[in-house]
């Protein structure tokens, strides 16, 4: 395989951008305080969840089987292109090592996706045909968000709605696929071109 094929991985490709930004980094198209923000800077946890989830025999270290699936059928319907670029196994390698609260909020997320799988179409997300998906992104994303919590002590904790969920999916998502060499070359990234302002993302499949 000629070098100017060959995939150089997700660090190198962030370490381009964080040159091109003066060395602050706010990864594109996600929103600034998603938590994958936070784990995409660490380059050298980068490094290690993009080589291991490179693997051909890959096995799901923080995720089930059933969970894996259904983030990556997930992936590929939000972002076309992410099963390709190991987005579900990178997210699974970077959930591995991350605080539990990120952990339990998309355990939740995913739970919530299963669960309006099996209200409205009567299967699990993985078995969903593409147009069912499809459907149900839509109806996902279209929702309002919950109502912020009450900052007062003894309030009650905000309620987080099939939105949110969706936002919380999405933004891991998008972090992983478009921190990959394959997402970054889409935007229109050369290897040796930075972004003076980074393009809009029109993917998504819709469901902005």
Request: glycine share 8%; charged share 20%.
């Amino acid at each position: 395989m000629r070098d100017d094929l060959r995939d150089p991985g997700r660090r190198h490709v962030i370490q381009h951008l964080a040159m091109g930004a003066g060395g602050v980094l706010v990864f594109p198209l996600v929103a600034s305080d998603h938590p994958i923000q936070h784990q995409l800077r660490d380059q050298d946890a980068v490094a290690l969840a993009d080589a291991k989830a490179a693997a051909a025999d890959y096995v799901p270290e923080f995720l089930d089987q059933h969970l894996f699936d259904t983030l990556d059928k997930l992936a590929e319907q939000i972002v076309p292109g992410s099963t390709k670029a190991n987005s579900a196994q990178f997210i699974d390698q970077l959930l591995s090592v991350a605080p539990l609260d990120q952990q339990r909020a998309f355990l939740q997320a995913l739970g919530a996706f299963e669960q309006l799988a099996q209200t409205r179409a009567q299967a699990p997300w993985a078995r969903l045909t593409e147009a069912q998906r499809h459907e149900l992104l839509t109806f996902a994303s279209t929702q309002a968000s919950g109502t912020p919590s009450d900052t007062r002590a003894g309030s009650r904790p905000p309620h987080v709605t099939i939105r949110d969920h969706f936002e919380n999916l999405k933004g891991w998502i998008v972090g992983a696929y478009y921190s990959s060499e394959p997402g970054m070359r889409e935007l229109g990234w050369t290897g040796n071109m930075f972004f003076p302002v980074l393009p809009g993302c029109d993917h998504a499949d819709g469901h902005g």
